[in-house]
C-alpha cells in the first residue's frame, strides 16, 4: 500500500489546487506582501516567542485549508497524547517523554501507570548537589584540584543539543570551567582535546543510554587509559549519564556518579534531560539550567494548548508541510541572525532530519508524499557571503531567519555608518526576506535581475536568556514532531541508521581479525570493500 | 531565450535517454557494484588524490556520454583559457587567476599583456618576511609582549576557505599563536573575542578586497577602538590584506602593514593569496604554507592537463552534473571521515553556491536546466548519528565521502572491539557508501527495509600534509568551476547578493537617522520593515 495519510485528507486536495493558484504571477509575494494586514495577520506570539510569516507564500485560503489539515490529522489530539506518556513511538512500542524532563507542572505523567515525575525530579536534585559540589571544589580530581575542564563524550543526541544550548549560553558561562565536545571517533578528535586540557583539573562525562555505543564507549577507553597514565585514577575522573542497569551504571564500570536517563527520552530530543543536565549545569550552574527548563516548559504548554491560528510550532509545521509536499521545496534552511546561535542548524538537522526522513508510516505504509527535508544554515550575516547568492538567483528553497532584539554584549556602543553592528546586522535580518520575496526586474544586464517570490519566515527572540534557549529548543521540537503527525510517520525511530551499522560492525571484526594475525588475507565478499582494506592496511591510495 | 547550453548538446539527449535506462531495476547499484572490475574501472588517482566513483549511479555508456559533453563543451580548453589569464569571468572583465598565486611553473602568466608573476611572488617576499618577524619576536605589540592571537576580522571568501585550512592543519600549528576568525557583524561576535584575547598580544588582520565591506569595517573600527581604549597604538596592532588603492591601503588608515590581493583572485576562491596567506603563515610557518600551495598547483596542472577519464575534478563534476540535471538530485553532501577537515563543507558550500547559484549563461540568457545544488555536510561518524536517517530512508541525495589513510594522532594505539579509534572510522567509512547502494529488503517490519540505490563517491588523501589539504582545496576549486563551465555560467561573479545589500543599506540610513533624532518616525514604505523597526527601537516583541 502506499497511498498515505496526508494524502487521504480532504484538505490535501485543496491545497494542491491552492498550490496551483499561488503559482499564478498574480500571487507573487512581490504583490502580496504590500496589502496593509498582512504582517498582523500573518504573524503570532505565543509561548514567549514571535513568528512572521507574512513573507511564505500563503493567504488566507491555505492558511485555513493548512489548519483543517492539522484538524483532519489530529496533530493537537496527538500531541497532547504524546506529554501524557502515550506509546507514539510504536515500532519501538515506547512513549516520548521529553516534556516530562522539564514538567513544572506539579501533575503526574504516567508511563505504564507508573508516574515518572519523582524519578525524574530525584535526577534534577542529583544534578543540582553535584554541579554544586564541583562548583564549590568540594568534589575535585584525584590530587585535589578543582574541575576546571568538562569533556563530553557523547555523539548525536548525546551531544549536538547540548552543543547548541552552551554555545548560546556561553556568554552566560561564569563557572570557570570550559566545555569540549568528543564526539567522533576520530582519533584526530581526542589527541586534539588531550593536548588542551589540565589532565588533573578535567572531568569527562560519558553519555549513552545503552552504554554500548561503539564511538562513544571507544572515546570512553581512550579517556580512561589516558586518565590512568596521567598517574590519576580514572573513577576520580569519569561520570556517566546513562540508562538504569546499563553497563555503565554496573559496579565493573567505577565512576565518580551515576545519572539516569530514561527509555522514555530519545536521543535527540534529551537535552532537557541528565544529558544536557550534567554538562550545561557545571558550565552555567544548575540554576539557569532550570530557567531553560522552564522556558521549554512554556514553549510545550503553548504547543499543546494554544488555538491552531496562534500556535507557532504548529503554524511552522504546517508551512513545512506546505512548502515541502505542496509547492515542492526539498530543503529548508535556518540562519539565525545570531551567532551565539551557530550551533542551532546542526541541532536542528539531527533532531528534524532524523526523526522526518522515514519512508513508512507507524503501521507500516510506503508513504506516498516525501517525508523531511534537508535542513542546513549558518548565521547571518555570514550566510550572505557565503550561499545566499544560490538562494537569491539560483534554485530556490524557504527559509527560516531567526533574530534576537537585545544581544548579549549590549555594551558596545560604537557606530559605523552611523549604525551600531547590532543596528547593522538588523538591518540585514530585515532586508533579506523582503530581497527574497520581492526580486526586481528591469536590471541593466540580465545577471542583475532577482526573480524573487523566495518564500521565508522570521522567528524573534527578546533575548537570549537562558528561558528563550529553552523556548527556541521546544519550539522546534514541536515543530518536528506536528510535521511527523501530519504524515502519520513515527518521529522517535531511527531504524534507518541500523544497515550500515551493521555492515561497519561485519568490517570492524575483519580488522580485528588482521591486527591479531597481521598475515591474514581478508575476504569480506564484496571487492569494493576488499580494495578498501587493502588500501587501509597497505597504507597506500 | 531559455535554450541553455547543456541541452543544445547532443550528449545531453543522450544522457536523458541514459537516466531512464538507469532508473530500470536491474540497473539499481546492488546489481552493479559487484560487477568484477567496477572498482578499478570507476576510480582513478591523480593530483595526488584518489577518486572512487564506483557507487555512483553510472555505467561504462554514461561516463561515456559524460566525457562527451565535457568535450563538446570544451571545458578543459575553458579551464586552460581561464588559467591563462584569459577574461573568464565576463560580466566583471575579468581574469580568473586564483591559480595563478601558486604558479611554481616560472612562467608568465599575462593578464592584458602584463605578467602578474612578479607581483604575485613580491606579496609572498613580504608575508614570508612578516611571519618570520613576528615568530622572531621582532614585531611586537605597542607594549613590546610578542603576538600570541591573531584575529582575522574578514567575511566569506576572507575567512572561509582559511578557516578550513588553518582548522585541517591545526595539529602542525607549532608557532604558538591562537587563530581566531571576527566575521559576522554580530556584536556578540566582537564581544566573545574581545573577552579572550590579552590585547597587548594581539594582532589584527583586516581583509577585504575593497576596504568597504560593512561587517569588516564596522568590525575594524571596533576593534581599532578597543585597541586604543586599552592604551594601545591601533597600527601596531592591525594589518591590512586589501587590493592596492584601496581605502586600508591609504596613509590615512595606518596600519602595521599592507599585503595587497589582485582584482583577478575572487573572494572566495584567494586562499592561496595573501588572504589565507597571512593568516595560515602566521599559524603555521611560512614553509607550511608554500607546501599547502604547491598541493594545490599539483592540483591545477592535473585538472589542466590530464585526460578526462582520469581527471579527477573533472569527473567529479561530471558527476555533478548528472547527479543534478539527469537524475535530479537538487543536493548534495560533502561529509568527511576526519574531524580536522570539519570546515571544508562551509567552505565548498559558499565556494560551489556562490559559484553555481546562477540563472544566466556569461551572455545572460536564462538557463532552462537546473543550475548549482544544495551543499552541506558535517563529519562521520558524526553525520551518521545525526542526519543519516533521512540519507538510507527519506529522500535521497548524493554523498561525497572523504577519507584519510593516516590520521594526524597516530601515536594512539588503545582498541575497542579489537580495532583502533581509526580503524573503527574506517569500518564505517567503508560500510556506508555500501549500505546506501545495496540497501536491504526482507526485513522484520517495513520501518527496517532501505530502499539503497543512493549514489556516493569517496576522495581518500593519504593524509592531512599541507601539500594534501591544498591539493583538496583545489580539487574543489577546479570541480566547481568546470559544472559553471558545462553550464555556461560565470562561477566568478555574485551579483545575486547586492539586492538584499541594497535594501539593507537603505534601512541602515533609516536606523542612523533615528540615532540622530530618537522622535524621528521611520517610514520605508514597506509596512513590514516598518514593523520591524519599531519592534527593534522598542525592544518590544
Redesign the interface.
Known amino acids: 500500500m502506499t497511498e498515505d495519510p496526508l494524502a487521504e485528507t480532504r484538505s490535501a486536495k485543496k491545497l494542491a489546487a491552492s498550490a496551483e493558484r499561488m503559482a499564478l504571477p498574480e500571487n507573487h509575494l512581490k504583490h502580496l506582501?504590500?496589502r496593509?494586514h498582512?504582517?498582523s495577520e500573518l504573524s503570532a506570539?505565543g509561548g514567549g516567542?514571535?513568528l512572521?510569516f507574512?513573507?511564505q507564500r500563503v493567504d488566507d485560503d491555505v492558511m485555513r485549508q493548512l489548519y483543517d489539515l492539522a484538524a483532519e490529522r489530529a496533530v493537537q489530539q496527538q500531541f497532547n497524547d504524546m506529554i501524557r506518556g502515550g506509546i507514539v513511538n510504536r515500532?519501538e512500542n515506547r512513549a516520548a517523554l521529553h516534556t516530562a524532563a522539564r514538567d513544572f507542572s506539579g501533575q503526574p505523567v504516567y508511563v505504564n501507570d507508573r508516574d515518572v515525575m519523582a524519578d525524574i525530579r530525584r535526577v534534577c536534585q542529583e544534578i543540582r548537589d553535584f554541579a554544586a559540589q564541583i562548583h564549590a571544589g568540594e568534589l575535585t580530581g584525584s590530587t585535589g584540584k578543582p574541575f576546571r575542564h568538562v569533556v563530553v563524550i557523547g555523539?548525536?543526541?548525546s551531544y549536538?543539543g547540548t552543543e547548541f544550548a552552551a554555545t548560546a549560553m556561553?556568554?552566560l558561562a561564569d563557572r570557570d570551567i570550559e566545555l569540549r565536545f568528543l564526539?567522533?571517533?576520530?582519533?584526530?578528535?581526542?589527541?586534539?582535546i588531550a593536548g588542551q586540557v589540565d589532565p588533573e583539573a578535567t572531568l569527562w562525562i560519558v553519555i549513552s543510554k545503552s552504554y554500548t555505543t561503539?564511538?562513544t564507549?571507544?572515546?570512553a577507553?581512550?579517556a580512561s587509559?589516558w586518565i590512568h597514565r596521567q598517574g590519576l585514577n580514572p573513577e576520580d575522573h569519569l561520570v556517566a549519564v546513562t540508562s538504569s542497569g546499563s553497563p555503565g551504571d554496573e559496579p565493573a564500570n567505577p565512576v565518580r556518579r551515576v545519572f539516569h536517563m530514561f527509555a522514555f527520552i530519545g536521543g535527540r530530543f534529551s537535552v532537557t534531560s541528565a544529558v544536557g543536565g550534567v554538562p550545561l549545569s557545571l558550565y552555567l550552574g544548575y540554576e539557569r539550567f532550570e530557567k531553560f527548563l522552564k522556558g521549554a516548559h512554556e514553549m510545550d504548554r503553548h504547543a499543546a494548548e494554544a488555538p491552531m491560528e496562534t500556535n507557532l510550532p504548529l503554524i511552522s509545521a504546517l508551512l513545512g508541510i506546505w512548502n515541502n509536499n505542496f509547492l515542492g521545496f526539498?530543503?529548508c534552511a535556518t540562519i539565525p541572525?545570531?551567532?551565539?546561535l551557530a550551533k542551532l542548524p546542526?541541532h536542528i538537522?539531527?533532531l528534524y532530519?532524523?526523526s522526518?526522513?522515514?519512508?513508512?508510516t507507524q503501521d507500516?505504509?510506503?508513504v506516498e508524499n516525501?517525508?523531511?527535508?534537508?535542513?542546513?544554515g549558518?548565521?547571518?550575516?555570514?550566510a550572505?557571503?557565503?550561499?545566499?547568492?544560490?538562494?537569491?538567483?539560483?534554485?530556490p528553497?524557504p527559509i527560516e531567519f531567526i533574530g534576537v532584539?537585545?544581544?548579549?554584549?549590549?555594551?558596545?556602543t560604537?557606530?559605523?555608518?552611523?549604525?551600531?553592528?547590532?543596528?547593522?546586522?538588523?538591518?540585514?535580518?530585515?532586508?533579506?526576506p523582503?530581497?527574497?520575496a520581492c526580486?526586481?526586474a528591469g536590471a541593466s544586464?540580465?545577471?542583475?535581475?532577482?526573480?524573487g517570490n523566495r518564500p521565508s519566515s522570521?522567528l524573534?527572540?527578546?533575548d537570549?536568556s537562558p528561558e528563550n534557549i529553552g523556548r527556541l529548543l521546544a519550539f522546534y521540537e514541536a515543530r518536528t514532531v506536528y510535521e511527523a503527525f501530519i504524515w502519520d510517520i513515527?518521529p522517535f525511530?531511527?531504524?534507518?541508521?541500523?544497515?550500515?551499522?551493521t555492515?561497519?560492525?561485519?568490517?570492524?571484526?575483519e580488522?580485528?581479525?588482521k591486527?591479531?594475525d597481521p598475515g591474514r588475507v581478508i575476504s569480506t565478499g564484496?571487492?569494493?570493500?576488499d580494495?578498501?582494506?587493502d588500501?587501509?592496511f597497505s597504507?597506500r591510495?
Not at 415 to 428: D, P
Request: with cysteine.
Open positions: 506582501i504590500i496593509k498582512r504582517f506570539s516567542l514571535f512572521d507574512s513573507r515500532t555523539i548525536g543526541g549536538l556561553q556568554a564526539s567522533n571517533v576520530d582519533i584526530d578528535c581526542f589527541g586534539a561503539t564511538e564507549m571507544a572515546n577507553n581512550l587509559d526539498p530543503a541572525y545570531s551567532t551565539p546542526a538537522q539531527q532530519m532524523e522526518n526522513g522515514k519512508a513508512v507500516g505504509r510506503r516525501e517525508t523531511g527535508v534537508i535542513v542546513f549558518e548565521p547571518g550575516t555570514n550572505q557571503h557565503s550561499f545566499f547568492q544560490l538562494a537569491h538567483q539560483g534554485r528553497f532584539v537585545r544581544p548579549q554584549h549590549a555594551d558596545y560604537n557606530k559605523s555608518k552611523g549604525v551600531t553592528n547590532h543596528q547593522e546586522l538588523w538591518a540585514n535580518l530585515i532586508a533579506q523582503r530581497a527574497l526580486g526586481t544586464h540580465p545577471a542583475r535581475e532577482f526573480s522570521v524573534l527572540l527578546s537570549l513515527n525511530d531511527q531504524f534507518g541508521v541500523e544497515l550500515g551499522k555492515m561497519a560492525s561485519g568490517l570492524r571484526k580488522m580485528a581479525e591486527n591479531r564484496d571487492p569494493i570493500s580494495a578498501y582494506l588500501i587501509f597504507g591510495v
